[in-house]
């Protein structure tokens, strides 16, 4: 009973500029959203979160709609490292369950 | 930074035997540990969150019986997959935060494999 909607895959080719997108409608106040990424193999490493204003780290932008029920992750100049499958997740407030859906596999070409 | 280390990373054990995993936490204090378990189809299910000083909450279908958690301290955690057969294969994985609504830390992943 995963709360996000992704869509199952994606391509893109090294250098371009990937929007990932997630849908949470029923997403509640003290909720927060948050990306991690997993390769073969290997625990999910954290992307970014927020909670309503968009943020910026080194790895992505994370875009929020203003009504909070959508966000886009956006990977600048991606490269070969960067394929990998991509979770959005609910977690936060009362619900203290990070609860994994299947996410975007995301492949990189060159 | 902060780092969760998981062991083994990855383990073969006889049907009907037990296997033991281990989560230490580096650099923060791990008061809340979620242990998962991925399938080879790659779906993620949770089989517990453990508190520090709290009782532990098992998932339905998972229980303390086959799925023991001891979480002692906070930076160490361990979970025991008891009598595995085939249907406990999989990549075992820790998550670890310090504060309510901080990130989990994950580990490597422990997989398990059963012969």
């Known amino acids: 009973d995963a709360k996000t909607t992704q869509p199952d895959s994606m391509e893109s080719t090294e250098g371009e500029t990937v929007h990932l997108p997630c849908s949470h409608a029923t997403i509640s106040g003290n909720e927060y959203i948050y990306w991690y990424r997993q390769v073969p193999l290997q625990g999910p490493e954290y992307v970014t979160h927020?909670?309503?204003q968009n943020t910026t780290n080194s790895m992505a932008f994370l875009a929020i709609a203003s009504d909070r029920k959508s966000s886009t992750l956006i990977l600048p100049h991606v490269s070969l490292r960067d394929a990998a499958v991509y979770h959005c997740?609910?977690?936060?407030?009362?619900?203290?369950?990070?609860?994994f859906g299947k996410g975007t596999k995301l492949s990189v070409k060159s | 930074g902060a780092l969760v280390y998981q062991y083994p990373r990855r383990t073969i054990c006889k049907s009907g035997t037990s296997m033991r995993m281990e989560c230490q936490a580096v650099?923060?204090?791990?008061?809340?540990v979620a242990w998962y378990r991925q399938s080879p189809q790659k779906t993620f299910e949770l089989i517990a969150l453990?508190?520090?000083?709290?009782?532990?909450?098992?998932e339905q279908n998972f229980t303390q019986e086959k799925f023991p958690i001891s979480h002692p301290n906070l930076s160490f955690s361990s979970m025991t997959v008891l009598n595995a057969y085939l249907e406990d294969r999989g990549l075992y994985l820790c998550?670890?935060?310090?504060?309510?609504?901080?990130?989990?830390?994950f580990g490597h992943g422990t997989k398990l494999s059963v012969l």
């Open positions: 998550g670890a935060r310090g504060h309510s609504n901080e990130r989990l830390f």
């Open positions: 997740i609910l977690f936060g407030g009362s619900n203290a369950k990070l609860t």
């Open positions: 650099g923060f204090q791990a008061t809340s």
């Open positions: 453990s508190t520090v000083n709290s009782a532990i909450k098992y």
């Open positions: 927020g909670l309503q």
